[in-house]
């Protein structure tokens, strides 16, 4: 009988601790956003990991009076609290402001040992609330002391996200279908249930924002929607009518692939100078921390954008399989590239002229923050210049301070943007549950 | 001259009723794993991908109070039940087989095809140490019978 082998115990003891390692180890980024953005950003090769890196703040959200921060020259109020996850904002003509107060509606069946985890996670970021389902009016007070009256507009909705008026009918795009609401100027509050425009794609909702954009005539409503998994992991059968831009025409409701192959087109808008269709973009997650970059890219008619075969043009992605080369083969490549991981979910093209020259004429974007990266990214509302039509310079931080220096702590979190009558820059925050103001100083 | 007492092949009833309950459910669980997995790098259905990830993650959960009982058995010797150099090996055959299934269980939690082919190796590697922990196990108890017949 021979006495247990020691050295054989500490090899063991040493490879399984190389092995924890190996899966909880988070390799560090080496690009930041504005390292990795323009039309030909560096892209290094794919990764994969034991378990998906993460690096996840914890929620604190916004107390005695701190808001987020803005720069020399812009100021920051808080123009509605006590929200419950406020996620896109809209201006109707008469200044008022429409708050959509929505989360995902949690219909993803748990499918693999991962989600049960991933669910833990989301909820200590504070980005698991609940939604309220509703659409919150804000009103200024006329009585010039600033204060914003708040009521609730729309209620009973199914996690609504898009929200667009032509005419004298408001446009609401819920997860599962673009109703339609009459309104009248200066209403607080519709009763009347929507009458269903069109249905939308449906099942799983693993991304379950719909955006929405009229058409300038008024005749279509863009759509964006997302894909139902981060890449085809859920089956590719799901992801029909997924990942694109559907164009819905108003007269029917009949419905169109308009754009495909875009992962989660979050923010719809149009490009004032152009007329151009634009979008930003979610792009796929665990291959690393400076990849896949998100985009804003403008939206070509007719035209795929790779998810899930491939990105940035002809990248594979052999995950997605069985592997579909021809549709590789005219994928093409996204405009502008913003960062990795940045979660864009919110673009506003500036319009106005409330605020100062350097932010006129380019395009805001909300992005919600990275859970998958060290240092984390986004977590902040960016502007990206604009020349000619085109983004002519990396995005620059706008409105910041949405996490704690040490990156540890998290207060709020930038989604739905929108420009109000004043030309004020209006900022929902999904995390703090408040709706930000920024004007000039 | 006391009458010799017949002596028990066991050390605690309790222990080897439960290491035989449990025991077996995980060596299952692997080898249906490795069928998944294999089935999936074939057909490239997610459904086989996602199966395996549930079958690996519940058959190291089903792992851990045999292997805690083997583990006192092995390494907490006993004058009375001298532990043989062939539990021995069956110990290590099964602890880098865990540990193989451990490695596994973290590459199923990757994204559709992005297991493949790593989810086939380990599954391998887990249902050949296990099952060579089988076969040795089997060899030890022929031993313990001659040493009784002794």
């Known amino acids: 009988m021979t006495k247990p082998n020691p050295p054989v115990l500490k090899r063991f003891a040493v490879a399984a601790a190389c092995a924890a390692m190996l899966g909880g180890c988070n390799p560090h980024a080496q690009y930041d956003a504005s390292h990795q953005a323009g039309s030909n950003p560096p892209l290094p090769s794919l990764r994969y990991f034991f378990s998906p890196p993460m690096q996840v703040p914890t929620y604190v959200g916004w107390h005695n009076g701190d808001t987020p921060k803005v720069p020399d020259g812009l100021k920051i109020e808080k123009i509605a609290s006590g929200l419950h996850h406020p996620r896109q904002v809209y201006v109707l003509p008469n200044g008022d402001i429409l708050v959509a107060e929505s989360n995902s509606p949690n219909e993803e069946p748990v499918t693999t040992p991962k989600q049960v985890i991933a669910g833990l996670i989301t909820h200590k970021a504070g980005k698991a609330a609940k939604g309220a389902n509703r659409i919150t009016l804000l009103r200024r007070r006329g009585d010039g002391s600033g204060e914003w009256d708040k009521t609730v507009f729309i209620d009973h909705l199914h996690s609504p996200f898009g929200m667009q008026l032509v005419g004298n009918t408001l446009y609401v795009a819920d997860t599962d279908a673009i109703l339609a609401f009459p309104y009248q100027t200066g209403e607080t ?3 009347t249930r929507g009458v269903e425009l069109a249905d939308l794609p449906n099942t799983i909702n693993h991304h379950w924002t719909k955006s929405l954009l009229a058409s300038p005539d008024g005749k279509k409503l863009f759509v964006g929607v997302g894909s139902n998994s981060n890449v085809g992991e859920n089956g590719l059968d799901v992801e029909y009518r997924r990942a694109d831009v559907l164009e819905v025409d108003i007269a029917t409701g009949g419905s169109r692939i308009y754009a495909a192959g875009i992962r989660n087109p979050t923010g719809l808008q149009w490009e004032p100078k152009t007329g151009q269709l634009w979008a930003i973009a979610n792009e796929r997650d665990e291959v690393g921390p400076d990849l896949v970059p998100d985009y804003l890219t403008s939206v070509k008619e007719g035209a795929f954008y790779g998810w899930p075969y491939s990105y940035y043009g002809q990248h594979v ?4 399989q069985p592997q579909r080369p021809d549709l590789v083969a005219k994928a093409i490549p996204p405009d502008y ?27 805001f974007i909300g992005e919600h923050g990275s859970w998958d990266r060290t240092p984390l990214s986004g977590y902040m509302v960016a502007y990206v210049p604009f020349q000619d039509g085109k983004p002519s310079g990396p995005p620059q931080p706008v409105v910041t301070g949405f996490v704690s220096a040490d990156q540890k702590h998290i207060y709020g979190a930038p989604v739905g943007l929108a420009q109000d009558r004043d030309g004020a820059l209006i900022v929902a925050d999904d995390v703090g549950n408040a709706v930000w103001r920024v004007t000039k100083e | ?57 519940t058959g190291l959960l089903f792992a851990i109070i045999p292997r805690l009982i083997n ?8 004058r009375r039940y001298p532990v043989t150099r062939l539990e021995r090996v069956e110990f290590w055959l099964n602890l880098f087989g865990i540990a193989a ?22 599954s391998i590697i887990t249902v050949a140490l296990l099952s060579i922990g089988q076969i ?15």
């Open chain 1, 337 to 363: 590239a913003i960062g990795s991981h940045v979660a864009p979910l919110g673009l506003l093209f500036y319009t106005g002229n409330n605020l100062p020259a350097q932010y006129q004429g380019g395009a």
């Open chain 2, 136 to 150: 040795v196990h089997a060899l030890d108890k022929f031993r313990i019978r001659e040493v009784i017949r002794d």
């Open chain 2, 1 to 57: 001259m006391t009458p010799a007492t017949p002596l028990p092949t066991y050390r605690s009833r309790f222990a080897t009723a439960i290491f035989d309950l449990l025991n077996p459910v995980p060596y299952g669980l692997f080898v249906g794993t490795l069928i998944f997995d294999v089935v999936y790098a074939i057909t490239r259905n997610v459904f086989w991908g996602k199966g395996a990830a549930w079958l690996v993650t």
């Open chain 2, 101 to 122: 299934a451990i490695l596994n269980a973290f590459v199923h939690t990757r994204d559709a095809y992005a297991i493949v082919p790593l989810n086939v190796i380990l």
């Open chain 1, 317 to 320: 992605d052999r995950r997605a």
């Open chain 2, 71 to 78: 583990l006192c058995h092995v390494w907490i010797p006993s």
């Open chain 1, 189 to 191: 509050r519709i009763t």
